[in-house]
């Protein structure tokens, strides 16, 4: 069955650095997201991404946040400057005409924690 | 704007207990309603949907329906197992157009007993 795929699992950083964050969707799906998870918090939307363009952002997804799908199959989250806050489970989603494009199938997640 | 309230956890049953987790909503239009399930250590799966009013969602003897009328969507499943121990997430998103985010409750936290 196919799934999303999220890399790396678990990622440190200092203050202040950049990270990537990096997602491969399910392969016919066209709607891609991005979410996050503060420890024992609820999930929150950061962004969806459609033909190409952001369709969607919430207020966390400031300037040093952005999005990619450089090839076709990958999906990046890219935070510029890291702060402690930052911290968190973030999740990459993916949904497509074929489920439906309302049902949205998550990513394992990576753990991002900024020191 | 959307939100979904859910029941606070944690909830703690006994094996074959019966397990209602409720969940109501606020949205502005008609929303798809969901239920994800997050495991220990793991990301968020889909557990059941329903599209419209009265539709009933169905998964792994899990069941919810969409009741317009009292804007709930309520778990339930007839007997718990160890395994369904778990986070429960009820969920909103609108059909159509270029998004559909999810708009999530705070999730409740389900441990069953042996």
């Known amino acids: 069955e196919p799934e999303v795929t999220q890399t790396p699992s678990h990622q440190v950083t200092q203050m202040g650095q950049e990270v990537i964050l990096r997602c491969v969707p399910i392969s016919n799906h066209l709607y891609f997201y991005w979410y996050r998870q503060i420890l024992g918090q609820k999930v929150e939307f950061l962004v969806s991404?459609?033909?190409?363009?952001?369709?969607?952002k919430s207020e966390i997804f400031d300037d040093q946040f952005s999005v990619e799908r450089p090839d076709g199959s990958n999906f990046t989250l890219k935070i510029r400057s890291t702060k402690l806050e930052d911290s968190a489970m973030y999740f990459c989603a993916s949904s497509g005409t074929r489920a439906g494009a309302d049902t949205q199938y998550f990513g394992p997640g990576t753990r991002l924690t900024v020191l | 704007g959307d939100s979904v309230t859910q029941m606070e956890g944690p909830v703690t049953l006994s094996e074959e207990a019966f397990l209602t987790i409720n969940c109501t909503y606020t949205?502005?239009?008609?929303?798809?309603l969901f239920w994800y399930v997050q495991y220990p250590g793991e990301g968020l799966q889909l557990l059941l949907k329903a599209t419209k009013a009265d539709d009933k969602g169905s998964n792994k003897g899990f069941e919810a329906t969409y009741r317009k009328e009292t804007t709930s969507f309520h778990l339930e499943k007839g007997s718990v197992q160890v395994s369904d121990s778990a986070v429960y997430f009820c969920?909103?998103?609108?059909?159509?157009?270029?998004?559909?985010?999810?708009?999530f409750g705070k999730g409740t936290l389900l441990t069953v007993n042996p």
């Open positions: 949205a502005t239009g008609y929303p798809s």
């Open positions: 969920a909103l998103t609108y059909s159509g157009g270029s998004n559909y985010k999810l708009t």
């Open positions: 991404f459609y033909n190409n363009e952001i369709s969607e």
